[in-house]
């Protein structure tokens, strides 16, 4: 499994922005993709995840509200729409892949990981 991110940029407060990850590999199985984000000096926060199949999808408590995980299995490609952007959202993000279901929260193992995408919020 190949996951690539792109999308991100730099965007002022209250921005929109929609980032996308592209995967290869997957077939029809029943993988739990997600996007984390670390910022410098942070620890890494997973901020979304969602089961490939079902499209049922988990978010954090800081994202909850204005952001949106979703995912197209035609074209192999997850989102994150983030709206209402503020500098607190600034960081790389990264999408992920686990072989793990989603069940009542998201998985704990994340074996695939793209290279990441750079969102800078600034005014």
């Known amino acids: 499994v190949q996951l690539q991110a792109s999308g991100g940029g730099l965007v002022h407060p209250g921005d929109t922005l929609r980032l996308s990850c592209k995967s290869s590999?997957?077939?029809?199985?029943?993988?739990?993709f997600a996007w984390f984000r670390q910022a410098p000096g942070k620890e890494r926060e997973e901020v979304a995840c969602?089961?490939?199949?079902?499209?049922?999808?988990l978010y954090s408590d800081s994202v909850k509200g204005r952001f949106t995980i979703s995912r197209d299995n035609a074209e192999n490609v997850m989102y994150l729409q983030m709206n209402v952007l503020s500098p607190e959202d600034t960081a790389r993000y990264y999408c992920?892949?686990?072989?793990?279901?989603?069940?009542?929260?998201?998985?704990?193992?994340?074996?695939?990981w793209g290279q990441g995408t750079q969102v800078t919020v600034s005014s």
């Open positions: 969602i089961s490939r199949v079902t499209g049922r999808a």
């Open positions: 590999g997957v077939g029809l199985a029943d993988y739990t």
């Open positions: 992920a892949a686990s072989r793990d279901f989603l069940g009542a929260i998201c998985p704990r193992l994340y074996g695939f």
